[in-house]
């Protein structure tokens, strides 16, 4: 089904947003969520877990900007979705990554019946502390429509008292932008391949629809390869995109009952994985607990994946250490997949791009530059993107760690971040500010 462009501004200007409500449908969130919710629904379904939203940019005092009887009532109005018909139709019948019903018909019956579980809101220095609690194939769901709500309220609330035509002139730069944005990349081969990462921290869901339609019509069906955000997939008739991330392996560890099952976690994750899903859809995420000891430590069946997801750290360096890796296991890195994923904008896609093409595979998941780059286009930069998370902080009462190629990106009480840090031998690591 393909719906018609809206005209933002003027929708913003004539409703102040009160008749959108953020977040539209349960499938509006990011296809990998789906597929690690059908892998914990098998794997590990009585498994209870804390999330909690976590905003690494202090500065933007979340509490001070949104209203929160308005946030309740976003939370609330999600709490009451269900799949439509057609939504369920779409997930059960529609082919994903070259399979069809890639969705089993008992987690399909669980999705038809879930109603998100409740959440528990507080203020405190500025902040909203937002968790969610319950068991992890239910909780876990509440992640991307949590960051979404807490965005676009933010967006709201910047552009509340903006005019008319105040509106048209900001709506227009950023389309711009965007669209200059897009007009660099076609500069690049042929061969560049890259989808939009954008849902977890978009300026609006109407902006995402946008630039997702504009990178369409500029990049076509070869190099933009689709959307993660599965409600615009549907929409939009293209593809959905996404694999697994960092929560799998978390929760795994959490539960880890002693240290050498805590070194195996990352690896049992996968394990679980290996035995759900092939082709591109076999792709590690190495970065957890520090790619160097992951890939040194991983089992040889991992080297015959598709590629490998670099999400921290110097990129450059990631790729670089994958390649060696798939070298050192007797694989062709020409056969293997790079997806890059981490805080990108144009200038880093191309460069990467030309030191990696023809080297391996080389793929790009843009995410918040791309739906949410309204830099510099209001007084006090107020509608800059920050760095917004909402993580999985404890599995059966036991606190969960991140350790990640960034130090800046740990999370998880102090004394669990050394634990974890000798335990899968992380030494010195070089700091990278987090922007978004």
Avoid at 110 to 127: A, H, S, T, V, W
Wanted: aromatic share 10%.
């Amino acid at each position: 089904m393909i719906t018609p462009t809206v005209d933002i501004a003027t929708r913003v200007y004539n409703h102040k947003w009160k008749i959108d409500p953020i977040v539209r449908s349960l499938i509006d969130t990011d296809f990998y969520k789906l597929l690690m919710c059908q892998s914990i629904f098998r794997n590990r379904p009585d498994t209870n877990v804390q999330f909690q939203l976590i905003n690494r940019t202090k500065s933007i005092r979340l509490a001070d900007i949104i209203d929160e009887s308005e946030l309740r009532q976003q939370l609330d109005y999600v709490r009451g979705l269900s799949l439509s018909r057609g939504e369920s139709t779409w997930l059960r019948g529609n082919t994903f990554y070259g399979k069809r019903q890639m969705f089993r018909p008992d987690f399909m019956e669980f999705l038809e019946n879930l109603q998100l579980p409740p959440y528990r809101l507080e203020k405190k220095d500025g902040q909203y502390e937002l968790t969610f609690e319950g068991k992890w194939p239910e909780v876990m769901l509440w992640e991307i429509p949590a960051l979404a709500i807490i965005m676009e309220l933010r967006s709201r609330a910047v552009l509340n008292d903006m005019g008319r035509f105040e509106l048209q002139v900001l709506y227009a730069r950023a389309m711009t932008r965007i669209w200059e944005k897009i007009e660099e990349l076609r500069k690049l081969s042929p061969d560049l391949r890259i989808a939009d990462f954008g849902t977890r921290r978009r300026h609006s869901f109407l902006w995402q629809d946008w630039c997702v339609q504009a990178m369409i019509e500029g990049l076509g069906d070869t190099r933009f390869t689709g959307t993660s955000n599965c409600l615009i997939a549907m929409r939009r008739d293209i593809e959905a995109i996404g694999t697994n991330a960092h929560e799998l392996p978390m929760v795994y560890a959490a539960l880890a009952e002693n240290e050498d099952a805590l070194r195996q976690a990352p690896y049992r994750v996968l394990a679980d994985w290996h035995e759900e899903h092939d082709g591109n859809l076999r792709i590690i995420l190495p970065d957890t607990y520090g790619t160097r000891n992951f890939l040194e430590h991983a089992p040889d069946w991992l080297a015959g994946w598709t590629g490998i997801r670099v999400d921290s750290g110097d990129p450059a360096e990631g790729a670089e250490r994958a390649i060696a890796w798939w070298t050192s296991r007797g694989e062709d890195p020409r056969d293997k997949l790079i997806i890059f994923s981490d805080g990108l904008d144009v200038a880093k896609i191309a460069e990467l791009f030309h030191r990696f093409h023809g080297r391996v595979k080389v793929s790009f998941g843009w995410g918040t530059l791309l739906t949410n780059d309204f830099r510099d286009l209001v007084p006090d930069n107020q509608l800059a993107p920050f760095s917004l998370v909402c993580k999985a902080v404890a599995a059966n009462g036991r606190p969960t760690v991140k350790l990640s190629d960034n130090p800046e990106k740990a999370t998880g009480p102090k004394d669990q971040i050394e634990r974890y840090k000798q335990v899968f031998g992380v030494g010195a690591q070089r700091s990278v500010a987090v922007e978004v």
